[in-house]
């Protein structure tokens, strides 16, 4: 387990290494260096320098060739790095060879995804939800971990003679992680008797990536103190708040943000919280439309939520956020290069796929500054109305009554 922990106190200089393949050419490496990057500053450490290196396939011994490790092992012992962060997933026989060529901590991107969550996890049930990650992702890198893998232990009962410590330990962790499952199952009955027990109010859900500004938005819809960060995965915790608007209440949903190359036991972890988007009636997918990836950020939450909750057919209001922070760089009269999106103003970029959307489907915000807020509540209010009607017809005079008084109040202003 330690080798997964990154200190609190120190920051840790680290390096971090991804592979140029056919599958993975240039610019997308760089992309998930980037991302790579912010992940290590979020759990604490000090990115201090990229490698890449360009191959068919990672090296089955140690992910990088000889000669490029020789690189990054002149550079750790120059610099005093205590890390080296891989881009993708290794496995224990890589890790095993290069921790042993560079004699520091080795970490890939599962390991490190891993040590933010379990930094952020607060309730019992997040707590739970990691720690059953962590053991299904340190069993099978077990023989990397211990010294004493040569010592033989015979014994009655517990363990057949000759049974080495490898095995035993191996054996106690299977048994901690069929505990947690059963606890997770537990959690999950839970979870289930608290949603049914909600009654039957519309139920809407914030999705979309890590750091896009769901627990801002959040806070400004529901009025309510959700904790919120400029960092990857500030929020664990599935949070829901009731939240009325106008004459309409439903309960709104804050969920985990998706990140590409997620750990698959992260994923089959956390099923209790994202049952919340499977019983969602509504989803409100957030985008950052500052990022430059923003578009492959849709596509990975769309995947996510078509594979792991089976709500790709839901009913879904896209939601651009921090229009704020978007910026472009006009091309130059003489650039004769093609442009690309960062060359593109906001209102042109609305204009493009964006265009075809429905307009009752898609709105433009800042959740930072409360710009289109009422736009989009009013969006939530359209579409959360259609649903409670389809599921309460017999409240529909009562919502026409409403709507007729609003409407002669607004008119009995214009008088005045």
Request: with cysteine; net charge negative.
């Amino acid at each position: 387990m330690k080798d997964l922990v990154i200190s609190k106190e120190t920051t840790e200089k680290a390096v971090i290494v991804g592979l140029i393949t056919p599958r993975q050419p240039e610019g997308k490496v760089n992309e998930y260096l980037d991302e790579l990057e912010f992940l290590a500053d979020t759990a604490g450490g000090e990115v201090v320098r990229r490698f890449t290196q360009k191959l068919d396939n990672p090296n089955s011994r140690t992910f990088v060739g000889q000669g490029k490790l020789a690189e990054i092992k002149e550079f750790v012992e120059k610099n005093e790095i205590g890390m080296v962060i891989f881009d993708d997933d290794l496995s224990t026989k890589q890790i095993a060879n290069i921790e042993k060529e560079l004699q520091v901590k080795i970490l890939d991107r599962s390991s490190l995804i891993l040590d933010i969550f379990a930094r952020r996890a607060q309730t019992a049930t997040a707590k739970t939800q990691v720690e059953l990650a962590q053991y299904q992702y340190l069993l099978p890198r077990l023989t990397r971990m211990w010294t004493h893998l040569e010592r033989q232990k015979g014994g009655i009962g517990m363990r057949g003679p000759g049974e080495t410590q490898i095995e035993t330990d191996r054996r106690i962790i299977q048994r901690r992680i069929a505990w947690l499952k059963d606890q997770l199952r537990d959690i999950d009955r839970q979870k289930t008797l608290q949603r049914k027990n909600r009654g039957k109010l519309t139920r809407v859900a914030l999705v979309g990536y890590t750091n896009v500004g769901k627990s801002t938005l959040m806070n400004l819809l529901s009025k309510s103190d959700v904790f919120a960060e400029n960092k990857l995965f500030a929020t664990l915790d599935t949070t829901v708040r009731k939240v009325i608007i106008d004459n309409l209440p439903f309960l709104l949903t804050d969920t985990v943000g998706f990140i590409r190359k997620l750990p698959t036991n992260l994923v089959e972890s956390f099923k209790s919280t994202l049952d919340e988007v499977r019983d969602a009636d509504l989803l409100v997918h957030v985008v950052d439309i500052s990022h430059p990836q923003f578009e492959e950020q849709i596509e990975v939450v769309n995947k996510t939520l078509a594979e792991v909750c089976g709500s790709a057919d839901k009913p879904m209001i896209m939601v651009f956020n921090k229009i704020d922070a978007y910026n472009h760089v006009p091309k130059d009269e003489d650039d004769l290069t093609p442009r690309s999106r960062e060359n593109i103003p906001l209102e042109e970029l609305k204009q493009t796929w964006m265009n075809r959307l429905d307009p009752g489907n898609c709105v433009f915000i800042s959740a930072k500054n409360g710009t289109n807020i009422d736009e989009l509540k009013e969006q939530i209010y359209r579409k959360a109305k259609e649903i409670h009607m389809e599921r309460f017809p017999y409240n529909d005079f009562l919502f026409q009554k409403y709507d007729d008084l609003e409407a002669e109040a607004g008119n009995d202003n214009e008088e005045a």
